[in-house]
């Protein structure tokens, strides 16, 4: 089974600080991604990356960064967080798949900004 | 742009009644659709997929049929039980692009009763 890994279930960090969050991901899966989730918005992409010190920005990429420094890792990063980022932020990774590009999700970081 | 359009619910309905949750997207080329599922608590787990028009996807009696002319991919079950509350989002992902992220809808909140 795929399987992806979130560092933490819960986050609470206050406004202006450096917050990390990290995703690893087992099944050698060259993309991985960065959502987050609001209760009426739904899931919205932030970064993408589809190897290793490669990046993309997505729908929503002000206020965050990313990292890929190993195929299995991708991390994303608050320089100065804001309690407008308190939300829900999802990780997923996915093969290169030219047929459904289907994509697997881990559990989900909590974060609360105060 | 790619878009997802899904009731948003909360749907409410007795245990052993018959679901529908509609979608419908906009998008360029020939995307592939997929429903996922969020269990309270948990990231998103693929619930079923299509790949091309008049597939049918289905997975723990769950199904959902691809129909490019009206651009649909509505979820369905015979016969709900309690098990089955969670929030369900409609993806679909641009077979244009090779490592882009899905574009969702915004979730559908079930709920069952017993």
């Known amino acids: 089974d795929v399987k992806v890994t979130q560092s933490s279930r819960y986050l609470v960090k206050r406004t202006g600080e450096k917050v990390f969050l990290e995703c690893v991901q087992d099944?050698?899966?060259?993309?991985m991604f960065w959502y987050r989730q609001d209760p009426g918005l739904g899931l919205r992409l932030i970064y993408f990356?589809?190897?290793?010190?490669?990046?993309e920005k997505g729908d929503i990429p002000e206020g965050y960064s990313v990292s890929r420094e190993k195929k299995e890792r991708f991390s994303l990063i608050l320089e100065s967080a804001s309690t407008n980022q308190t939300s829900m932020y999802l990780c997923?990774?996915?093969?290169?798949?030219?047929?459904?590009?289907?994509?697997?999700f881990g559990p989900g970081t909590r974060l609360t900004v105060t | 742009g790619n878009s997802v359009t899904q009731m948003e619910g909360p749907v409410t309905l007795s245990e052993e009644a018959f679901l529908t949750i509609n979608c419908t997207y906009t998008?360029?080329?020939?995307?592939?659709l997929f429903w996922y599922v969020q269990y309270p608590g948990e990231g998103l787990q693929l619930l079923l997929k299509?790949?091309?028009?008049?597939d049918k996807g289905s997975n723990k009696g769950f199904e959902a049929t691809y129909r490019k002319e009206t651009t649909s991919f509505h979820l369905e079950k015979g016969s709900v039980q309690v098990s089955d509350s969670a929030v369900y989002f409609c993806?679909?992902?641009?077979?244009?692009?090779?490592?882009?992220?899905?574009?969702f809808g915004k979730g559908t909140h079930l709920i069952i009763q017993p």
């Open positions: 997923a990774s996915s093969p290169v798949d030219r047929v459904s590009y289907e994509q697997y």
């Open positions: 099944m050698d899966h060259e993309n």
């Open positions: 990356s589809y190897d290793v010190k490669m990046k």
């Open positions: 998008a360029t080329g020939y995307p592939s």
């Open positions: 299509a790949t091309k028009a008049d």
């Open positions: 993806a679909l992902s641009d077979s244009g692009g090779g490592a882009d992220g899905l574009t």
